[in-house]
């Protein structure tokens, strides 16, 4: 079964650019996670969807973070416009929302690491 | 606020020595989830185990051992005759249950764990 896709893999671009990050979630999995991860940060939670609904978005660092989930199987991540802060590893992950009460497991895609110069 | 604490930053070994990885949690959620993930150096997160609240009986599985004590805390984490493949950098988190469904993660800082040949 395929995992978690995200593209790209790498992004290299200038700041002011702006930068779309996407994900495929696991086939049937009705959560999707959107993480960064930095040195200086560790691992972060920026936005969450559950049923392509966006749910919590407190992590979101500013308004040029936005994020869409226009159906069960994609997401995409946009940084508008992006600035040399904003790299880090990007990492999207999936997870089934079993029974009330019982956490989930999120899987997680293999990241997209952005360098903005 | 929910607050995930691994206080080890790197821990290096011989092969085949067991290695153990602390983490001390804090919330105030009476039911919640824990977690160990890796991250090897290629860059992915792989999910290793998840335990919940209720249940502080330890299990083994492989060679993969965790200590859950709710009343210190901690979830500590073993890896038994560890591998130079065992090296990669540990995360452990705590889920937080979000308003409408679905799992918020928060990760400690991580554990680099480096196994010599």
């Known amino acids: 079964d395929a995992g978690v896709i995200q593209s790209p893999r790498h992004e290299v671009t200038e700041m002011g650019q702006e930068v779309t990050l996407r994900c495929k979630p696991i086939s049937g999995h009705n959560s999707l996670f959107w993480y960064r991860q930095t040195m200086m940060r560790g691992l972060e939670l920026l936005i969450y969807?559950?049923?392509?609904?966006?749910?919590?978005d407190s992590g979101m660092p500013e308004d040029r973070f936005s994020a869409k989930m226009p159906n069960a199987s994609f997401s995409t991540l946009k940084i508008q416009p992006s600035e040399p802060r904003d790299s880090a590893v990007y990492f999207c992950?999936?997870?089934?929302?079993?029974?009330?009460?019982?956490?989930?497991?999120?899987?997680f895609g293999p990241g997209t690491r952005l360098t903005v110069l | 606020a929910q607050k995930v604490t691994q206080a080890q930053t790197e821990i290096s070994v011989v092969e085949k020595e067991d290695v153990t990885l602390d983490c001390v949690y804090e919330t105030r959620d009476t039911t919640y989830y824990l977690f160990w993930y890796k991250q090897p150096p290629s860059g992915e997160l792989v999910f290793l185990i998840r335990?919940?609240?209720?249940?502080?009986q330890n299990e083994i599985s492989g060679r993969y051992s965790w200590n859950f004590q709710k009343s210190t805390s901690s979830f500590n984490f073993t890896i038994t005759a560890s591998q130079v493949v065992d090296s990669a950098v540990y995360f452990c988190?705590?889920?937080?249950?979000?308003?409408?469904?679905?799992?918020?993660?928060?990760f400690g800082g991580g554990t680099r764990v480096l196994v010599k040949p």
């Open positions: 988190a705590l889920s937080e249950r979000g308003k409408f469904g679905g799992n918020k993660l928060t």
């Open positions: 969807f559950n049923n392509n609904v966006p749910i919590d």
């Open positions: 992950a999936s997870s089934i929302v079993p029974l009330a009460g019982v956490a989930d497991t999120q899987y």
């Open positions: 335990r919940n609240s209720f249940d502080e």
